[in-house]
T-cell receptor
Framework: GAGVSQSPRYKVAKRGQDVALRCDPI?????LFWYQQALGQGPEFLTY????????KSGLPSDRFFAERPEGSVSTLKIQRTQQEDSAVYLCASSSERASTDTQYFGPGTRLTVL | AQRVTQPEKLLSVFKGAPVELKCNYS??????LFWYVQYSRQRLQLLLR??SRESIKGFTADLNKGETSFHLKKPFAQEEDSAMYYC??????????FGKGTLLTVNP
C-alpha cells in the first residue's frame, strides 16, 4: 500500500521567506510526527499529533515553526522568516494507533535549503 | 533525559566478514530500542526492535541493560547491507531519540 508521502521533496528558499511543507500520512493512521534532520545528524523530534490535536510541540526550535493537522490526516509544517540554520531534511512519520506502542513509518523527507 | 550514542560514524568491512554496529543509550527507565536503516536514495525504515527479538535480514540485536547497549550484529555481511544505520530509543512517551548514525560500507 501507499506509504507516507511528503511534498515538495526539495525546497530552496531565500533567507526571510516563508515555507510550507506537506505530509500525507498512511491512510487511517492516528499519530503523526515531524522530525528535523540536520546534515550528519540523526532525526530530532519536532512535534506530535494525535488525530487533529497537537499533543507535543516541545521540539519546535522557535516560534517561527508552526505545524497543523486540521482534519486529522494531512499535516503542514510551516516555517516563517527562514534562516540558514533551518536548512535540513524534514521528516514526517505516522503510526496506526497510540504512538507509544506502534511502529513509526517515515516519509522520504523534504530537503530544505535556505540561501 | 534520553540519549543515544553511536560511536562510529563510518564502518567498513569486507563481504562475508562479521559486522557489529555499536549503540549505547542513556535512560533512567525501561526503554524500547530500535534499529532503523536508510539505504541509498530510500527512506528511513525500521530494521528491528528489541521487543520483537527477531532476526531481520540476518541482523540481530540484544538489549543489554547492564551495559546500556543495543549493538547490531550480523555474522556474514553482504554488499546489499551497505547503508546508514540509526539506533533509536523510545522512553515512556512516544518520542524517538536517534543516534547520529553509522554509515556501513561492505566491500566486495
Amino acid at each position: 500500500g501507499a506509504g507516507v508521502s511528503q511534498s515538495p521533496r526539495y525546497k530552496v528558499a531565500k533567507r526571510g521567506q516563508d515555507v510550507a511543507l506537506r505530509c500525507d500520512p498512511i491512510s487511517g493512521h492516528v499519530s503523526l510526527f515531524w522530525y528535523q534532520q540536520a546534515l550528519g545528524q540523526g532525526p530530532e523530534f519536532l512535534t506530535y499529533f494525535q488525530n487533529e490535536a497537537q499533543l507535543d510541540k516541545s521540539g519546535l526550535p522557535s516560534d517561527r515553526f508552526f505545524a497543523e493537522r486540521p482534519e486529522g490526516s494531512v499535516s503542514t509544517l510551516k516555517i516563517q522568516r527562514t534562516q540558514q540554520e533551518d536548512s535540513a531534511v524534514y521528516l514526517c512519520a505516522s503510526s496506526s494507533e497510540r504512538a507509544s506502542t506502534d511502529t513509526q513509518y517515515f516519509g522520504p523527507g523534504t530537503r530544505l535549503t535556505v540561501l | 533525559a534520553q540519549r543515544v550514542t553511536q560511536p562510529e560514524k563510518l564502518l567498513s568491512v569486507f563481504k562475508g566478514a562479521p559486522v557489529e554496529l555499536k549503540c549505547n543509550y542513556s535512560y533512567s527507565g525501561s526503554p524500547e530500542l530500535f534499529w532503523y536503516v536508510q539505504y541509498s536514495r530510500q527512506r528511513l525504515q525500521l530494521l528491528l526492535r528489541h521487543i520483537s527479538r527477531e532476526s531481520i535480514k540476518g541482523f540481530t540485536a540484544d538489549l543489554n541493560k547492564g551495559e546500556t547497549s543495543f549493538h547490531l550484529k550480523k555474522p556474514f555481511a553482504q554488499e546489499e547491507d551497505s547503508a546508514m544505520y540509526y539506533c533509536a530509543l523510545k522512553g515512556s512517551n512516544y518520542k524517538l531519540t536517534f543516534g547520529k548514525g553509522t554509515l556501513l560500507t561492505v566491500n566486495p
